[in-house]
């Protein structure tokens, strides 16, 4: 009898060993996106989608993160190892050799707050008092007016920011 | 892994050993059974020598029991652990005291002038300690922004936890009065302090922890000394209890 409850504990505490709970699952709640909803600016209320739209970082060695899609609403990641990032919103109209894209500059401003998950996860940053700017080109620029709807960047369930266009 | 496996190949030849022992039994019933009453004390020899061969961890416990009954002990360990916790996104030291106090139930049988034991023991288990996060990474699967390793200690000091435990123990008496015993330990959290913003992810004397789980697991290979106090006479005959 007492052999048996041994060999069901050693072999319980065998099997205990080589659990995994050292990669951090999927789903798990990590560093959220900026999500962004592109509305019409002629009417404020209105989603309107951009005709192919190119998203990447404006640094040296730049990444695109969307390339020429048709959307009215994107979730783009901010630097975790900085209090800016940098991105080109690019529009581009017309197809072929008529092809014009307008490159608007923008720049978002915050400030980090690196929040513990588990060890599998590690950490995840929040992002808060969220400011963006908007490269001024005149007439040349394509989005028309920013508006931030939550500056404090904690889940990707609502939009953070309207660009009008 | 490896010193698990040779932990189960002792624990089933003591148990062979005992199997064996128990043939024959109850026969003599006219010589009276001597059975020692003392204080044993010992140390455990594992946490020693993982010292000197696991890089980041040192450790030590003493162990005492008292017996109470023919079948009780009063068990106590006191110890003593230092370890370093390294994960891909996470690295922290962890480094205290405990000490787990209880009781063991001796399950075993012994043959005429025996005294080994299987002991079935509870614990409660309470450690003081310190942890550090050494360094730390932004978990990430965006390759625009590569998280960095970010090195800012923080130190949270005096954290304390609470866990039950229950352990099962062989001893075998290699020369008089010297134990050999060899033990599994299942554990249970009770309470702890939450360092802020970060976790812990080693208890001293709970060893390592789990995100999913309050379960903890642990082992020990004690070799330890029974000081004999008094002596007791039992006739096998008035023994049925």
């Known amino acids: ?165 | 892994m490896k010193n698990k496996l040779t932990l189960l190949f002792f624990i089933s030849l003591l148990f062979c050993a005992s199997l064996n022992a128990q043939k024959g039994n109850k026969q003599n019933d006219t010589i009276p059974k001597i059975e020692k009453y003392g204080i044993r004390v010992g140390i455990d020899i594992a946490k020693p020598i993982r010292t000197l061969i696991e890089n980041g961890y040192s450790g030590f416990e003493i162990s005492g029991d008292f017996r109470v009954t023919k079948r009780f002990y009063a068990a106590v360990e006191l110890g003593n652990e230092k370890k370093d916790w390294i994960e891909p996104y996470v690295s922290a030291k962890t480094s205290g005291s405990y000490a787990k106090i209880g009781f063991d139930f001796n399950a075993y049988e012994n043959w005429l002038g025996m005294t080994n034991s299987i002991n079935l023991g509870l614990r409660y288990g309470f450690s003081s300690f310190n942890q550090e996060l050494l360094s730390y990474k932004i978990y990430t699967n965006n390759p625009a922004f590569p998280s960095q390793v970010i090195t800012n200690p923080q130190e949270f000091g005096g954290l304390t936890a609470h866990w039950a435990e229950f352990i099962l123990s062989v001893k075998t008496e290699v020369a008089k009065n010297l134990y050999l015993s060899i033990n599994a330990q299942l554990k249970r959290k009770i309470t702890e302090d939450q360092p802020e913003n970060f976790d812990n992810l080693y208890i001293p004397g709970f060893h390592r922890t789990y995100d999913y789980s309050k379960f903890g697991v642990g082992y020990g290979y004690s070799i330890s000394y029974m000081i004999p106090i008094f002596k007791k006479a039992t006739y096998p005959k008035s023994e049925e209890e």
Not at chain 1, 49 to 58: A, F, H, Q, Y
Request: hydrophobic share 35%.
């Open chain 1, 1 to 165: 009898m007492f052999k048996r409850i041994v060999v069901l504990i050693l072999l319980m505490l065998a099997f205990k060993g080589c659990t995994r709970d050292d990669l951090c699952p999927e789903g798990t709640a990590t560093t959220p996106n900026l999500v962004i909803r592109f509305n019409n600016i002629d009417n404020e209320s209105q989603y309107k989608k951009v005709v192919k739209l190119t998203v990447e970082t404006d640094y040296e060695d730049s990444t695109t993160i969307l390339s020429l899609i048709e959307t009215d609403s994107i979730a783009i990641p901010l630097n975790v190892n900085s209090d800016t990032t940098k991105y080109r919103f690019i529009r581009t109209t017309g197809t072929g050799d008529d092809a014009v894209s307008n490159v608007d500059k923008l720049m978002f401003v915050y400030n980090r707050k690196d929040i513990y998950i588990n060890r599998a996860c590690g950490f995840s940053t929040e992002f808060e008092s969220l400011d963006i700017t908007l490269e001024d080109e005149g007439s040349n620029n394509w989005i028309k007016g920013i508006q931030i709807k939550r500056d404090t960047i904690v889940d990707e369930k609502q939009a953070h920011l309207t660009i009008f266009h």
